[in-house]
C-alpha cells in the first residue's frame, strides 16, 4: 500500500520559516519524482515545485522561486519542502506527490498524500 505522509505543517508570522516532511511508503523512492502542490481556501490545486527522480533538475513556481527549496533523501524516502520568507498568500493545504520516473508540474501525479496544513499570518 503507498503511503505519502506530509508533516510540518503549522502558523507561522510573515516572514517567517517552516520546513516540510513527506515520508514515502510502499513506493521505489529512488524512482519517483517528488512534487509539492498547494491549494488554498476556495482556490484550484497549484504546483509549488518538483524534484526529478534520477538527481536531475527542480522546478518551482514563479510565486515560490527564491523562497522555498525542495530537496529529497533517499536513503529515508523522504522529501522536504523549505519555505522561508513566508506570505499571507502561501496559506493553504500543503501537499506531497510522486510520479513515476517523470517529472511534472501539473497535476498528473500518481500518488497523493492528505495533506499539511500551513497558516501565515499578517
Sequence with gaps: QVQLVESGGGLVQAGGSL????????????????????QGLGK??????AHDWS????Y???SVRGRFTISRDS???KVYLQMNSLK???TAVYYCAARWREIATTNDYDYWGQGTQVTVSS
Design 19 to 38: 520546513r516540510l516532511s513527506c515520508t514515502a511508503s510502499g513506493i521505489t523512492f529512488r524512482s519517483y519524482a517528488m512534487a509539492w502542490f498547494r
Design 44 to 49: 484550484e490545486r497549484e504546483f509549488v515545485a
Design 55 to 58: 538527481g536531475g533538475p527542480t
Design 60 to 62: 518551482y513556481s514563479g
Design 75 to 77: 536513503a529515508k524516502n
Design 88 to 90: 499571507p498568500e502561501d
